[in-house]
């Protein structure tokens, strides 16, 4: 696929939140989409205004993620950073959740219902991470179609070439997040060959004509139009001509556009049709929904019929009350917060009293929420979206107002870079801002006439009295100093040329290539001697440098604690070839404990062992 695959052009698809208020045409639309998943009016009314809240309170992400891409385009970036009006949607979906699981538990579902809710959740989840696993939802679980399919249909449309594992494991972890979703309605079987996979409704056909029209809601509404663009660049032959490349364009529209394809139930079908796949409608595996017989018959298509549109009076009453909460939110200054990931309360902190906290994420978190309580009731106040890249998370920060103060968002990765689920940790700093009317009226108290020239006169004492400690202090300093350097100029010609210096250089080996070398080599040592304050350790690389740079961790080897991080690094080149040399303080390590060193790559990791061992 080429280039000549065009971006709509309708003015809401270009909408900025920061911006302005929310278009008459997405407010409408995101209408629909709540109806279609919660087929009641005033709970569809809901659903939009708390979608359309959260989006207001976004955070302000820092530009340097867009750097980075910029800088490193020839890499392939698996991420995205969503459009407005795509983002408007997927909360949408995501504020429909909790309705959802209320009407579940009171049992007043049905089929048709759960239907909607499981396709849609997969397309939710999965957006978050990265079109390999919308692909793997899709492909392998929506439908059941093989792994090798599934990597046929990811490669002809990516140019990306994975092995099975990776596609194994990735559905493993969807069905993980499936299950816990659907708790009790779904259940899981083995196949003949051992595959786990739901059990299927017995009728697949019945479901087609919903299945299609879900997927077409669900469809990233930055893509419309698509569909005419994909069947123009089919060439005579029915096939296509390319697969995306970075040239087509930018990544994050790039990432969108594999998503439309997936999605999308027509360019599905053309993209299969175009491997000599069998067709969407024959491969269908929606789950079995087990529910009370009084629900399981409950399918008269209710949960799909379109309601009428917003009237100008409701639209009115949406606008009015996103306009109050906006003002609320600027106004607040709150003491009291409550943490929130994904919509579950994670922790709560006073402002005046706890400036920072740190969470753990689990890989397919979406964001963090602040909210706090005034007069009015519960309200948003910031809202922190998180990205992936490369099927894990992506280091970023960002800043949102909060009263007389602002709040930091970081989200860094944690663990080994080739683990799966991937993991990381999001930490809320929060700085208050210099309040200088609250300074003044605590001074101002102090300063009447008569108190500024007794202060006047005490501070001068001071500063004669601190200028003469500071001079005679200094006087001793310098004379200690000239016998310490004089003392290790002496030292200096009874040490070997290395130890003398400030830092201490180990040259160490790869695990793997000391294990396999002649006798088993042992761990290398290297010694804590009181001089000098720093160690010095050189990383010979296994391969050719890249040029996205390394990352390095020390970690303890028995507890896996680690101590130190450091990213970016780049290769230099020495004697025997090529290291990534990292520097740190003796300090942190200890006599006779074992530590290991991770070198991070773009496609490999390698650990050297050592031991720290107390010389004299």
Not at 275 to 302: I, T
Not at 382 to 400: G, L, N, P, Q
Not at 561 to 579: F, W
Not at 587 to 592: A, E, F, G, H, R
């Amino acid at each position: 696929m080429g280039s000549n695959l065009a971006r709509p052009n309708a003015p809401s698809q270009y909408w900025d939140a920061s911006k302005g208020s929310v278009p008459v045409q997405l407010l409408r639309r995101s209408f629909q989409l709540a109806y279609f998943l919660f087929p009641d009016r005033a709970t569809a009314i809901e659903i939009v205004l708390r979608a359309a809240g959260r989006l207001g309170s976004r955070s302000l992400r820092e530009m340097k993620r867009l750097y980075w891409r910029d800088k490193h385009w020839p890499q392939h970036v698996r991420r995205v950073a969503r459009t407005d009006p795509d983002m408007l949607q997927w909360l949408t979906m995501m504020e429909s959740e909790r309705h959802e699981k209320n009407q579940e538990q009171a049992g007043g579902s049905s089929l048709e219902q759960m239907a909607i809710r499981y396709i849609k959740y997969l397309v939710q989840l999965t957006t978050t991470l990265s079109s390999f696993h919308v692909n793997v939802a899709l492909t392998r679980l929506l439908h059941s179609y093989s792994t090798s399919e599934a990597q046929r249909v990811y490669e002809r449309l990516t140019g990306r070439f994975l092995g099975p594992d990776i596609y194994r494991r990735a559905k493993a972890g969807l069905m993980d997040n499936l299950m816990e979703r659907f708790n009790g309605f779904v259940k899981t079987t083995r196949t003949a060959r051992g595959e786990l996979r739901f059990e299927t409704a017995a009728d697949q056909k019945r479901w087609a004509s919903l299945i299609d029209r879900c997927l077409k809601a669900f469809t990233p509404w930055s893509t419309q139009g698509l569909c005419s663009s994909f069947s123009a660049i089919v060439g005579d032959n029915g096939k296509l001509t390319s697969h995306f490349t970075i040239a087509d364009g930018d990544h994050n529209e790039m990432e969108t556009r594999c998503w439309h394809v997936l999605i999308d139930p027509v360019c599905y079908h053309r993209l299969l049709n175009e491997l000599g796949l069998e067709p969407p409608a024959s491969k269908l595996a929606l789950p079995r929904f087990f529910m009370s017989e009084k629900h399981d018959s409950n399918s008269n298509g209710a949960a799909t019929c379109r309601p009428a549109e917003l009237s100008e009076a409701e639209l009115s009453r949406i606008q009015q009350r996103l306009a109050a909460e906006d003002s609320r939110r600027r106004k607040m200054d709150p003491e009291f917060v409550t943490i929130l990931v994904d919509g579950h309360e994670r922790c709560r902190l006073n402002l005046t009293r706890d400036k920072k906290v740190t969470l753990k994420l689990e890989a397919g978190t979406a964001f963090v929420e602040i909210r706090a309580a005034d007069g009015a009731g519960d309200i948003v106040l910031a809202t922190h979206f998180i990205s992936y890249v490369d099927e894990a998370f992506e280091f970023s920060k960002a800043t949102a107002n909060l009263g007389r103060g602002r709040m930091e968002f970081t989200v860094t990765p944690t663990g080994d870079v080739n683990s799966y689920p991937q993991r990381g940790v999001v930490t809320l700093r929060f700085h208050p801002a210099f309040q200088i009317g609250r300074a003044w009226t605590r001074w101002r108290l102090f300063l009447t006439p008569g108190k500024i020239r007794l202060y006047a006169t005490v501070a001068l004492a001071l500063a004669l009295l601190g200028w003469g400690a500071a001079g005679a202090f200094y006087a001793h300093r310098t004379k200690l100093l000239e016998q310490q350097l004089e003392q290790t100029r002496r030292n200096q010609q009874q040490l070997a040329p290395k130890a003398a210096r400030a830092v201490i250089s180990y040259m160490l080996t790869q695990d793997d290539q000391r294990v396999r070398g002649a006798g088993n080599a042992a761990i290398p040592e290297i010694s804590l001697r009181r001089y000098p304050p720093a160690v010095s350790l050189e990383l010979p690389l296994a391969e050719t440098p890249t040029q996205g740079g390394y990352k390095v961790e020390l970690r303890t080897f028995t507890d896996d604690q680690t101590l130190m991080t450091e990213s970016s690094l780049q290769a230099i080149t020495t004697d025997a070839g090529p290291v990534v040399e990292i520097v740190f303080s003796a300090d942190l390590l200890k006599p006779d404990v074992y530590y290991t060193v991770y070198l991070y790559s773009r496609d490999r990791t390698d650990r050297f062992t050592f031991k720290a061992v107390a010389t004299e």
